[in-house]
């Protein structure tokens, strides 16, 4: 990466859940904890804004999430893994999902056209499963993605969060990770590479 070499070895480090992330030499996971947008988008059509005037109301009000636009259906995918919470519709933000990442965490996802078959209250989702899919449904001008994000049960910027790394390796997982890479950094090192 920009002329400089490291690892990455694939881990499963969760067997119930199927967890697996990628780690260098050290152990220390490669994985970000959020992804920074919840789809491939186009364009970002609104920003969090605790000031936006809003023309569907015709005023200034708050707007407490960052609206990705993007063609209909294109599918929408959880920013990190967590439970769902919430899932419905309500005449603002149309169908929507939230999830729950952990006891710091929460992230929403407004407009759905349509939520993915077998995502339901209680299902759990990895980071980059797909939950639904872009629409305009509720109070929406057009097709795309309203995403918000709550750290200690308050709305906040997602892109001017500091965010964790992912979650570390634990500890007694370690030795068999270790043993796992041992002869493929063997192999790796066998192989000589040219620019």
Known sequence: ????????????????????????????????????????????????????????????????????????????????????????????????????????YETQYLHMNKFKKGVNIGTYVKQGDIIGYVGSTGNSSGPHVCYRFWKNGRQVDPLRQKLPAAAPMIKKERPRFFANIKPLKQQLGNISYSE
């Open 1 to 104: 990466h920009k002329k400089e070499f490291f690892y990455a070895f694939d881990f499963e480090t969760d067997s119930i859940k199927r967890t697996t992330d990628y780690f260098n030499e050290k152990a220390k996971n490669l994985r970000r904890a959020f992804l920074k947008a919840p789809l491939k988008f186009s364009r970002i059509s609104s920003r969090y804004n605790l000031r936006r005037y809003i023309k569907y109301y015709g005023r200034v009000k708050p707007h407490l999430g960052t609206d990705f636009a993007a063609p209909t259906n294109t599918p929408i995918m959880a920013t990190a893994g967590g439970r769902i919470t919430q899932r419905g519709y309500t005449r603002g933000n149309g169908n929507y999902i939230k999830v729950r990442h952990n006891a710091t």
